[in-house]
């Protein structure tokens, strides 16, 4: 069934076929950034989950740096109190050694060593944390990265198909490093905190009121910054898809892929002018956000500077009277210009976190979609061997947001051993036929059924694992040509023999023998010393991952579409030898290779049109007969 990708992540179900609904757009909205501070503690749960040690390495040192401000303020305010107090006092001594000598320097000789280790410490404790911070902020990326890719593995095809979804998990995706600075945000924040209440405690004993002048100075500063962060993530969440756009065009216009076609067909100009216009629209909606945002917090800015001189000047005014000494004035004016500051970047910080725990429900909420197609509670093990086969009863299906049937109305017999081809032009529904069987899509009527149980009652995992399938639009990976075939069995990388074994039987053991580097060859121009394969020679090596799984069904979707014609008869008469005694599909519009099947089904508009072998397919004058006669045509 579609589904909805809410910014919740709730899983919104629909008749299938009814119109998509769009995601609501983030607002911003101040009930929308407090309830988004729920994500921070499954964020912080997932930082202390990473690295325990490290995370309660950064705490505790920055609790020992938040103190150590106010108390180096504090020994300033000693320093200069004795200062005074040594310039003040008569019959003074006339040199540094009588100074020394008669014992007046050594407090403030203690006074400044103190302030010198306190001004050390406090630098080699900021190194430190912000190396452990570095650290911790990787394995966090790391781990997120981690997490994630683990949780889209699990994920249905019918998700990736949609472009909402692949919207969500562009998000998802920025989040799993775009976050880390919120992780030293926040510890900044606690750090700063202990620091705020350590120098309000000293204000709180000279003058309380200064604290609610301070408060109130800096309140406009909040909520305009509250306000600007918020319309950020608006704008963010509306500009994905043109930033997934943005992103194609870059990748189009350079890129190895695509290199070839954008110079013959001169895209290079239409390319660059489309990247310009996206890009231009980018820049013009976040420039007017940033004018309005400066201009406003400027205004807020001075609001607060206001604020600070006048507790400056009732500071001054009180030293003035006698009521604080010069040392006093020092650490009230110092305290106070410190607590603006770091008031300042707090409330800042605060509506910064809040609008940041937006941006981490593109995180967590892609964590709570959830597959469909799952394995039941009590599964079945895939039989070895298949004894009766796969039946396909009355099976229809439509693709999720589509009205039109992929296929319907399917009955039909795949045998255990028969080699069963399909036939049928474009949008017939073949392609359709295989994702049903390997479960990549469930049918939405009718059932599949395998040695007489239904297909979603035996494991998934194992249910897959049984079936070597190769897709007409198979994946090129930028990986050694040994690791190419590989990943048909991934688990069994390191068996040599059974890679190739699977390349003698694709025949790409010939592709390979002309590798420089053989087996251990880079393929794909994507990395250095990578090599450039033809159309027919990465189908070989396709093909080579179907025989590496050694599965008990094989299903080749038009797999030989670049390959001559002596190629081609060569892999499908080792495609015949070696499926004996398996079960295996094969797709292909080519004639000459779906003759050699054991029984022929043609598809038309996602119907069985006709069954049979190709020679009574032929003595029927139906599609089949039309489509080989056509065929044929361009041989004569």
């Not at 009205?403 to 009955?411: F, G, I, M, Q, T």
């Not at 395998?450 to 897709?471: A, N």
């Amino acid at each position: 069934m579609p589904r909805q990708y809410s910014n919740g992540g709730r899983d919104t179900r629909r008749p299938s076929g009814s119109a998509p609904i769009g995601s609501p757009t983030p607002s911003g909205s101040l009930k929308e950034r407090v309830g988004a501070l729920k994500n921070l503690r499954p964020f912080l749960t997932m930082v202390w989950r990473t690295s325990r040690r490290l995370t309660a390495g950064s705490l505790v040192l920055r609790l020992i740096r938040a103190v150590m401000p106010v108390i180096t303020l504090f020994v300033g305010k000693l320093i200069i109190d004795n200062v005074v107090t040594l310039v003040q006092a008569p019959h003074k001594p006339e040199t540094i050694w009588l100074w020394l000598s008669s014992g007046l320097l050594n407090r403030l000789i203690l006074l400044f060593l103190c302030e010198f280790a306190l001004a050390v410490l406090a630098d080699i404790l900021g190194r430190v944390v912000s190396l452990i911070d570095s650290l911790l902020s990787e394995r966090v990326t790391n781990a997120s990265s981690v997490r994630l890719m683990e949780h889209a593995a699990k994920l249905d095809l019918e998700d990736f198909e949609d472009s909402e979804f692949q919207d969500q998990l562009e998000r998802a995706r920025r989040q799993t490093s775009g976050r880390m600075t919120l992780m030293g945000q926040l510890f900044g924040q606690a750090q700063d905190i202990v620091t705020v209440a350590s120098f309000a405690a000293g204000l709180i004993f000279y003058a309380p009121w200064l604290i609610a002048l301070l408060f109130l100075a800096l309140v406009p500063a909040f909520i305009g910054e509250a306000h600007f962060n918020a319309q950020s993530y608006s704008l963010d969440f509306v500009r994905t898809p043109e930033r997934r756009e943005l992103d194609y065009v870059r990748q189009t216009a350079a890129s190895v892929e695509t290199a070839k076609e954008v110079k013959i067909f001169g895209l290079n100009g239409f390319l660059i002018d489309r990247y310009i216009r996206l890009a231009t629209a980018f820049y013009a909606a976040n420039r007017r956000l940033a004018l309005r945002r400066a201009g406003w917090g400027g205004l807020f800015t001075a609001i607060g500077t206001v604020g600070y001189y006048l507790a400056y000047a009732y500071i001054t005014w009180r030293t003035l009277t006698g009521e604080f000494s010069i040392g006093d004035l020092t650490f009230l004016a110092g305290s106070f210009r410190r607590l603006r500051t770091l008031l300042e970047g707090l409330l800042t910080s605060f509506s910064s976190t809040a609008s940041q725990a937006l941006y981490l429900n593109d995180l967590f909420s892609f964590f709570e979609v959830q597959p469909e197609i799952l394995s039941p509670a009590n599964p079945r093990l895939f039989p070895n061997p298949i004894e009766r086969g796969f039946e396909f009863q009355n099976v229809g299906f439509r693709y999720p947001g589509s009205e039109r049937w992929a296929v319907r109305h399917l009955s039909f017999i795949l045998h255990a051993g028969e080699v069963l081809a399909l036939v049928g032009e474009n949008g017939a529904g073949k392609t359709t036929l295989v994702k049903l069987l390997t479960r990549l899509y469930d049918p939405v009527e009718g059932r599949i059924l395998l040695d007489g149980h239904d297909l979603r009652e035996y494991d998934l995992e194992t249910l897959r694992g049984s079936m070597g399938v190769i897709f007409q639009d198979f994946v090129r990976y930028n990986l050694s040509a040994g690791d190419n075939i590989a990943v048909g069995k991934i688990e069994a990388r390191d068996n040599q023999t059974r890679i190739e074994r699977a390349a003698r039987r694709s025949q790409a053991d010939e592709v390979i023998a002309r590798l420089p580097g053989g087996y251990q060859q880079m393929i794909g121009k994507r990395f250095k010393d990578g090599v450039e394969l033809s159309g027919g020679e990465w189908q070989k090596i396709a093909i080579a991952r179907a025989y590496m799984r050694e599965a008990a069904v094989l299903i080749l979707d038009e797999p030989t579409a670049a390959l001559d014609a002596r190629s081609e008869f060569e892999v499908f008469q080792r495609f015949k030898e070696l499926s004996s005694g398996k079960s295996a599909i094969l797709i292909s519009h080519r004639f000459s290779s779906v003759r050699m099947a054991d029984r022929i089904l043609v598809l038309a508009e996602g119907r069985i049109e006709a069954a049979g072998t190709h020679d009574e397919l032929l003595a029927q004058s139906g599609r089949y007969s039309e489509l080989f006669e056509l065929q044929a045509a361009g041989y004569r």
